[in-house]
């Protein structure tokens, strides 16, 4: 089978059809169909994301009010006129060691809220 033979096997044009198409794809969802929701903390239970979503101060008051795994935990379940783009950006430039913490929850969310700025900013992704 290693030897070879490559009876069975796709040509090369199909199989490079195949991977272009999946990249479009991708790139297709990467820069279209992203939303804040798509980056939007998820498994908080039912009651958590009703209490972050009414919160009606900005993304500031929301940092000194919580410590900082809180904060990009739960920040992204903000509604989106509490995510002033200068405060979260200065949240994630005074947080920038987070994006390498143990904890693989803080790590992932921390970049789920990078991509809530990209959005929020450059409305795109």
Do not use: W
């Not at 939303?35 to 009651?47: A, I, Q």
């Not at 209490?51 to 920040?75: G, L, P, R, W």
Request: proline share 3%.
């Amino acid at each position: 089978m290693f030897r070879g033979d490559h009876t069975g096997c796709a040509p090369i044009s199909y199989r490079s059809e195949i991977f272009h198409s999946i990249i479009e794809q991708d790139a297709g969802v990467a820069r279209g169909a992203a939303t804040l929701e798509s980056f939007r903390p998820k498994g908080l239970g039912k009651k958590t994301p009703a209490a972050i979503a009414a919160y009606e101060k900005d993304f500031a008051s929301y940092a000194k009010q919580n410590d900082v795994e809180s904060v990009i935990n739960y920040a992204g379940r903000l509604p989106e006129a509490s995510l002033k783009v200068d405060q979260l950006h200065q949240f994630l430039v005074d947080n920038i060691e987070q994006a390498s913490s143990a904890k693989n929850n803080v790590t992932t969310n921390f970049f789920k809220l990078v991509c809530i700025y990209d959005l929020l900013q450059f409305k795109q992704l």
